[in-house]
Nanobody, 126 residues
Framework: QVQLVESGGGLVQAGGSLRLSCAGS????????VGWFRQASGKERESLAT????????YYADSVKGRFTISRDSAQNTVYLQMNSLKPEDTAVYYC???????????????????WGQGTQVTVSS
């Protein structure tokens, strides 16, 4: 069983930065791919970025490419999402999720992820 806890959300002005953390527990977490997702009020959950279990492969949605960076610290069992140049439309609840799937990470969507965190709110003011 894998448990995930997100932290680092908050209120930031447009153009600012935040770093989200996803702390994983469980013996198998280090072998799982991890993704970041968000869901804005009234909208569907959106995939943002995914990292392979090794951290050597990453995938980004076009909406965040060049602004967000996913990284993994295996020693700390933590996956990060560095978010720069934030915009008001980035306002949402952000979730991390983990999957043991061995499929190429660019093919992984929300249904492929077995374990989810509780989410952290990010609000970007204009």
């Amino acid at each position: 069983q894998v448990q995930l806890v997100e932290s680092g959300g908050g209120l930031v002005q447009a153009g600012g930065s935040l770093r989200l953390s996803c702390a994983g527990s469980g013996r198998t977490f280090s072998s799982y791919a991890v993704g970041w997702f968000r869901q804005a009020s009234g909208k569907e959950r959106e995939s943002l970025a995914t990292t392979s279990w090794s951290g050597l492969s990453t995938y980004y949605a076009d909406s965040v490419k060049g602004r967000f960076t996913i990284s993994r610290d295996s020693a700390q069992n933590t996956v990060y999402l560095q978010m720069n140049s934030l915009k008001p439309e980035d306002t949402a609840v952000y979730y991390c999720a983990a999957t043991p799937s061995q499929r190429p990470i660019q093919t992984l969507r929300a249904p492929a992820f077995n374990f989810w965190g509780q989410g952290t709110q990010v609000t970007v003011s204009s």
